[in-house]
């Protein structure tokens, strides 16, 4: 990172960091950040000049009584052992420990017992929320949730120097700067998509994507399951679905999809890291791959072709045929009881052959079968049209400011998340010479990412019916995990910290220069990433971008310790 300050928002700019060594004497990677580099940018940081915790071989990580807060010990052990080369033990925290170490606690404990509710500091009383102290004798972390220690522990990753994201062994000293943040985050909901149908992408492929949202305190991993190009879980009662369905992809690869058994690995990796799974079923278009497998679902009773081209709005299940409606009872009963979260995400959208009367009838009744089997609906914008449902969202991914229908659903009691085509579908291309992605929505920027307020977005709307923030990542170009990387940073820690941060922390400035700091974490961990010209990277290696959709090239590097080990990348997966 350059080693002007960064200049902060009125909030903010009574706080200044500490600079503990010259950074012109280090190497990127050895730099010490400072107390405001964190992104997405703490609710409240207070730095103390002059002062550092340093981790050491003798470093202990104490935490609160129980197996949540113990987990989130071990996830920060494993994080820093392999770099630092530190045993990082993790024990349970008592009355008579002293000052030093990591003291990860719930509910501000003193670490005894785990029952005290004292009221907490800052963040810490609220629900994803934290408090952190860090002085010369230690670290304290204290949240109301695991979730809240989790997020702790995030920020504690990016309060070391960069190295501590490399897969070796690293020299030290491994420094923490001395002050206190307390944090919290501004909507519940923040996540990011992954259409594994267009390309399919396998378990360990899908748990590195997990890992990033996880780094920047998202808490939703969408995934588009189906879609014209394929259907990628497996359904019990309608086999057909997988064998056949899943047997194909865009351009013609060999496809794939996840057993129930490979599901629920990705439903407890991202639980272990505090990310819900939201399983979307596309209906009622979308649908070619499932018509293939069976013709009764189709119109006219006859299977289409397998589909392995782009184009969208051609297919749509027969909403007039009872067996159509017992398929989708199967098929979403059977992902319910695969998914802990809340939400079913049922699509909706681009259903060009069905007139409004039919649509809106039939996604009625799909929301019933949703809602019948204990789950929130969700879908895209054009649900809205659609009778309310308790607690359903309609996912918004217009390109416009303004949208009288989805305005009218939020008044009968809908939550809308936010995923603008032209700020957050990760998918679009930066330039005009980017060699992936789409332009549908026009170019997509980092900044175009970034500079916007989804509390005070679409007309009619108010922040208080906002449930978050979304950024989508379509794969009809995307086919490695260095495509999905590189079209996914520095895009998506934008849209974190909008997710994240307080609206008044918003400040294009200021968060150009706290991301160009991430580039050099990026590159020690083998993360390819776009290098945007409206960033002053500092020390981060040059990667060659991908070359386009079609060619042989294959991405993908050596993931950090505590993080899913790197795939064999991008190697066509058979069917199960």
């Known amino acids: 990172m350059p080693g002007n300050h960064l200049r902060l928002p009125p909030e903010r700019s009574a706080v200044r960091p500490t600079t503990f060594q010259s950074r012109s004497t280090r190497t990127p990677a050895d730099t010490p950040p400072r107390l405001t580099d964190v992104l997405p940018a703490p609710a409240r940081v207070e730095p103390a000049a002059g002062v550092e915790f340093i981790l050491t071989p003798g470093t202990t990580i104490r935490t609160t009584p129980g197996p949540e807060a113990s987990a989130v010990g071990r996830h920060l052990a494993e994080l820093l052992r392999r770099p630092t080369g530190y045993p990082l033990p993790v024990v349970t925290a008592g009355q008579a420990d002293g000052p030093g170490g990591i003291s990860l606690l719930l509910t501000g404990d003193d670490g005894s017992t785990g029952r005290s509710r004292k009221p907490q500091p800052g963040g810490a009383g609220s629900a994803e929320g934290y408090h952190l102290e860090i002085n010369s004798s230690g670290v304290v972390a204290r949240a109301s949730t695991a979730a809240g220690l989790f997020y702790a522990v995030q920020t504690l990753r990016q309060l070391l120097p960069p190295k501590i994201e490399s897969a070796r062994r690293q020299p030290g000293p491994w420094a923490i700067p001395g002050g206190t943040i307390d944090d919290q985050p501004r909507f519940g909901y923040r996540g990011a998509m992954l259409d594994v149908a267009r390309h399919f992408f396998a378990v360990p492929h899908v748990l590195r994507f997990v890992d990033h949202l996880a780094r920047y305190k998202l808490n939703h991993l969408h995934l588009h399951l189906t879609d014209d190009q394929g259907w990628r879980i497996a359904v019990d009662s309608w086999p057909r679905l997988a064998s056949i369905g899943g047997s194909t992809e865009v351009d013609g690869g060999p496809g794939g999809y996840y057993t129930k058994e490979q599901y629920a690995e990705i439903v407890a990796y991202a639980a272990a890291r505090h990310i819900t799974v939201v399983p979307e079923i596309d209906l009622p278009g979308h649908t070619n791959a499932a018509l293939n497998a069976y013709a009764e679902l189709a119109p006219d009773g006859v299977a289409p072709p397998e589909y392995t081209g782009t184009d969208v709005g051609f297919s749509a299940v ?224 040059v990667v060659p971008e991908p070359r386009p959709a079609g060619s042989t090239a294959r991405g993908g590097a050596a993931a950090p310790a505590g993080d899913a080990p790197p795939p064999a990348d991008d190697q066509p997966v058979p069917i199960a």
């Not at 918004?396 to 008044?411: I, K």
């Open 318 to 541: 027969a909403v007039d045929n009872e067996r159509t409606y017992r398929f989708i009872d199967d098929v979403l009963g059977e992902v319910a009881a695969l998914t802990p979260g809340r939400y079913l995400h049922v699509g909706g959208d681009e259903a060009f052959t069905l007139d409004r009367a039919a649509y809106t009838r039939f996604m009625n009744r799909v929301q019933r079968i949703v809602t019948g089997h204990g789950k929130r609906v969700l879908g895209w914008h054009q649900l809205a049209v659609a009778e309310h449902s308790a607690g359903r969202v309609v996912q918004y991914w217009g390109t416009a400011t303004e949208d009288p229908t989805v305005a009218a659903a939020v008044r009968d009691g809908a939550k809308l998340l936010l995923s603008p085509g032209n700020r957050s579908y990760l998918d679009m291309k930066y330039s005009a010479t980017t060699p992936l992605g789409k332009d549908w929505a026009g170019l997509v920027e980092v900044r175009d990412a970034y500079d916007w307020d989804p509390g005070d977005y679409l007309a009619g709307v108010p922040a208080e019916a906002v449930l978050g923030v979304e950024a989508p990542l379509w794969t009809e170009t995307i086919r490695t995990v260095g495509d999905i990387e590189f079209m996914t940073f520095p895009r998506l820690p934008a849209i974190a910290e909008l997710g994240w941060s307080p609206a008044r922390a918003r400040d294009w400035a200021d968060f150009r220069l706290r991301l160009a700091g991430q580039g050099v974490r990026w590159s020690t961990a083998g993360i390819t990433f776009h290098r945007s010209p409206d960033v002053p990277w500092a020390g981060a290696p």
